[in-house]
């Protein structure tokens, strides 16, 4: 799996948070097995879609937030983790409030 963002950028997030190329190689792991469970529950409409034309589609801020997410469990920092999740679920929200 390919995430919407070059090897630098993966490579300075890793340095952001600390990580290991252990720690950096099982947050992608869990990033790609959260998206696949994602996409085996994808809508009928998405049925045709490769996971690989899906993943194409993921905007840079997607990436970024799960990267963030799971590298701070990786790194040992759980609680943060939770944190950033939760701020994240509340701000899409927020902003589907906005758009309705």
Same mark, same amino acid.
């Given at each position: 799996m390919k995430l919407p963002v070059d090897d630098a950028t993966l490579a300075a997030w890793s340095t952001l948070l600390g990580l290991t190329d252990?720690? !950096?190689a099982a947050t992608l792991t869990e990033i790609e097995n959260t998206l696949r469970i994602g996409y085996e529950h994808r809508p009928d409409e998405l049925r045709d879609t490769s996971f690989d034309q899906?993943?194409?589609d993921m905007? !840079?801020?997607e990436a970024a937030l799960m990267f963030l997410i799971n590298g701070l469990r990786q790194a040992g920092y759980?609680?943060?983790a939770y944190d950033v999740e939760i701020r994240g679920i509340f701000a899409t929200l927020r902003d589907l409030q906005q758009t309705s």
């Open positions: 252990k720690q !950096t899906l993943i194409s905007d !840079t801020d759980p609680a943060a």
